[in-house]
Nanobody
Framework: QVQLVESGGESVQTGGSLRLSCAAS????????MGWFRQAPGKEREFVAW????????VYADSVKGRFTISRDDAENTVYLQMNSLNPEDTAVYYC?????????????????WGQGTQVTVSS
């Protein structure tokens, strides 16, 4: 079955950088679009970024545009999220997600496969 395992989350100071990884297994990774979402305490899970299965297109939430970069390595069945210029508002559990939907969506209900999440904490 589809398995997604995130890693790379940790505590950093404002202005720092982190790279999250999501290792995929149990499915044909290259035919899935991949995404990152996050959930802060007391808030809804929100879209962060997605990358198409071809890797030629990526979309970002306005709050992270210009600071975060999503990428994928199909040889390693891994999707990454490079996060720069982190601030306390980026503190959240970050989740990797996968979908085969033709039309991609920022709605979490349109992403059927999820990892367990990795905690990112940014202190001021």
């Amino acid at each position: 079955q589809v398995q997604l395992v995130e890693s790379g989350g940790e505590s950093v100071q404002t202005g720092g950088s982190l790279r999250l990884s999501c290792a995929a297994s149990g499915f044909a990774f290259r035919v899935y679009h991949m995404g990152w979402f996050r959930q802060a305490p007391g808030k809804e899970r929100e879209f962060v970024a997605w990358i198409t299965r071809s890797g030629d297109s990526a979309v970002y939430a306005d709050s992270v545009k210009g600071r975060f970069t999503i990428s994928r390595d199909d040889a390693e069945n891994t999707v990454y999220l490079q996060m720069n210029s982190l601030n306390p508002e980026d503190t959240a559990v970050y989740y990797c997600a996968a979908t085969q939907r033709v039309f991609l969506s920022t709605n979490r209900d349109d992403w059927p496969h999820w990892g367990q999440g990795t905690q990112v904490t940014v202190s001021s």
